[in-house]
């Protein structure tokens, strides 16, 4: 349609008053054109509607008789019971919890409900926390515990996986009765466990002392087919609550060749049969642990089928080494030693078969260890390293070595010599052609001594060994730089990049000054006062 006023369509443009008129006429037969289309309109969205019903009617008749021909239902209970037996984690036992199997399973229909009921190992693992504090009441913790016996009586005669968690906050069995929610006592729940003790295959306790003392009645025969404990305890609190190990007979059964426990609790006495061990790990942090060189050593004797071993070692003043002749742990693949200072134990050990070794804390003698170790895949070290003894050990690598890493801490500047020194005379180092042929993924953490330049060159060199026999090519660098940015070496390496090459880097903010309009104000916001040190993503740690 053309309008004598098109000229004035969209725009300010105020008409006369006959041009009032006029418009008034011209749009006349249009609005009326527009109410007809509106009625049609209305009368065909009723049509679609009875169409949209009827549609919805046949839909839901053929998908009702079509759900009764679904493979799913055709399949046979062995192998839909497999196929349940599959949803269940493998990284942990089971949660009562409706958002994942094995209950979840049940709320689908009456006869999943009726075979996961009727399949004992779907319930054969199970994670237990005791609810407790001051939003918990007696209602819910005996909800739960008779949850825990009815779940365990589903599992038939399976071998039982069981982990419990009971926060130490609020898990002493020794606390008063109030008036409020009084919680069982977590040793009502380990006693009822404990009725289930001939089918305890992997045990977890992350628990209190005291509660944990529950168990002590069990003997070695009370469980033939166990085979992993873990007993993470809290540090004696009071002194008095010191666990008597020797107390419980159940460490000594004739299968348990896994344990770990917390180091402010173990303890040589532990009845263990440690010449069956093939894995022990005592995990804590320096200050709680009660385990020394000498003691670590003595453990290692008893424990000649090793596997793997992680021990926090606290250390002492006296710089003179240990008068203790090597220890030999032929079947060893993973180590993990947190040492404090002058510890002297890994100048002990021996490890031909060592695959992974993760060390953190003084590493005198790690040059000499490492070249003992000639099948050692993977090496992670936050260590405290003279120029000289990290330049040996880059020296004396594995040549099958796929993985390293250098860890520090990421201080202000003004703690620098208390860095890793790793420079670029040791990324040199790293980049000769007869070190490590098969480094894949080498990280380095909380560095300012290396130039952006070397790690380029580095990457080259390593990137140019792929052409060699027998050798690899990098496939994930990740450095985390306590400096700024100087070099984007993203860009000179390209192609490797576009080839597959994972490079991560990460660089300190170049830093501002240090007046801040915010000193001295009780709100002031907390990055306007704290400089802030970038750390490394969370996945580096793997």
């Not at 071998?159 to 968690?165: A, F, K, R």
């Not at 330049?391 to 070595?401: D, Y």
């Amino acid at each position: 349609m053309v309008s004598p006023f098109v000229q004035h369509l969209g725009t300010n443009y105020c008409p006369l008053d006959d041009e009032v008129l006029e418009i008034r006429s011209l749009i006349a037969e249009p609005t009326r054109q527009l109410l007809v289309l509106d009625e049609e309109i209305s009368q065909l969205q009723k049509s679609i509607e009875k169409l949209t019903d009827k549609r919805k009617t046949l839909s839901g008749y053929i998908e009702e008789h079509k759900a009764l021909i679904s493979p799913i239902r055709r399949i046979p209970q062995d192998v839909l019971s497999e196929i349940f037996f599959a949803c269940l984690p493998t990284h942990r036992n089971c949660v009562m919890t409706t958002s994942e199997a094995p209950l979840l399973l049940g709320r689908v229909c009456s006869s999943w409900r009726t075979l996961s009921l009727s399949t004992p190992r779907l319930w054969a693992t199970l994670h237990i926390t005791q609810p407790g504090g001051s939003g918990a009441s007696n209602e819910s913790i005996t909800q739960r515990f008779e949850a825990m016996k009815m779940w365990l009586g589903r599992s038939g005669q399976c071998p039982l996986s069981i982990s419990v968690y009971t926060s130490y906050m609020h898990c002493s069995p020794e606390a008063p009765m109030s008036t409020q929610a009084q919680p069982l006592p977590v040793d009502l729940f380990l006693k009822e466990l404990s009725f289930h003790a001939k089918r305890w295959q992997h045990v977890s306790f992350s628990t209190t002392s005291a509660a944990f003392k529950a168990l002590a009645y069990l003997s070695a025969a009370d469980v033939p087919i166990l085979e992993s404990i873990t007993a993470r305890l809290p540090p004696p609190f009071p002194p008095h609550d010191v666990v008597e190990w020797t107390h419980f007979g159940m460490f000594a059964g004739p299968r348990v060749s896994k344990f770990l426990t917390s180091a402010s609790c173990f303890s040589t006495s532990i009845p263990l049969c440690w010449h069956l061990l093939t894995s022990l790990d005592v995990v804590g942090s320096l200050w709680e642990s009660c385990v020394d060189s000498e003691a670590a050593l003595e453990v290692l004797i008893r424990c000649p089928q090793l596997q793997r071993f992680k021990l926090t070692v606290k250390g002492t003043t006296d710089p003179v080494p240990l008068e203790y002749p090597p220890v030999e742990l032929p079947h060893l693949h993973f180590l993990e030693l947190d040492v404090g200072p002058h510890s002297h134990l890994l100048s002990h050990l021996r490890a031909p078969e060592l695959r992974r070794f993760v060390l953190r804390g003084p590493a005198e003698s790690l040059p000499s260890f490492l070249s003992l170790c000639p099948h050692l895949e993977r090496l992670d070290v936050g260590s405290c390293l003279t120029k000289s003894s990290l330049l040996e050990s880059i020296r004396v690598l594995s040549p099958a070595l796929r993985s390293l890493a250098f860890r520090g801490h990421a201080p202000p500047p003004a703690l620098n010599a208390l860095r890793v020194p790793f420079d670029d005379d040791a990324l040199a180092a790293l980049g000769q052609r007869s070190c490590c042929p098969l480094l894949e993924e080498f990280t380095l953490m909380a560095t300012h001594t290396i130039s952006d330049r070397a790690l380029q060159q580095f990457v080259e060199t390593r990137m140019a060994m792929t052409d060699e026999v027998g050798a690899s090519s990098l496939k994930q660098v990740r450095v985390l730089f306590s400096r700024p940015l100087d070099l984007d070496i993203k860009t000179g390496l390209k192609p490797f990049l576009d080839a597959g090459l994972n490079i991560e880097t990460v660089y300190t903010l170049k830093s501002q000054a240090s007046f801040s309009p915010w000193l001295g104000v009780a709100d002031a916001p907390r990055h306007s006062l704290v400089p802030a040190y970038h750390a490394a993503p969370s996945h580096w740690y793997d």
